[in-house]
């Protein structure tokens, strides 16, 4: 199987996990299910192995956005928490 088959078919095994169980926990947020998909995706890429050059930089690209998006939501909590 293919590096990227696996990765791909590991993190939708995650993410739908995690989206039952926070269902069931009775979370309502959005941000609260972006940033654990977020943290899942960071997990996943770490236990996985190396992707193709070209694989590589396309997730660079996207780990960065996606520590963007991560680092906004944890800055808003803390402003909310702070005021």
């Given amino acids: 199987m ?4 696996s990765f ?11 989206l ?3 269902s069931l926990a009775g979370v309502e947020t959005l ?8 943290i899942l995706f960071f997990v996943e890429t770490e236990l996985t192995p190396t992707f193709s050059p070209t694989g590589s930089m ?10 963007a998006i991560f680092v906004l939501i944890v800055a808003e909590r803390v402003v909310q928490i702070l005021t």
């Fill in 31 to 38: 941000d609260v299910y972006i940033a654990l998909f977020v």
């Fill in 58 to 67: 396309k997730k660079v690209i996207l780990e960065i956005a996606l520590l």
């Fill in 2 to 5: 293919r590096t990227i088959d």
């Fill in 8 to 18: 791909l078919i590991s993190y939708a095994a995650l993410a739908f996990t995690s």
């Fill in 20 to 22: 039952i169980i926070l």
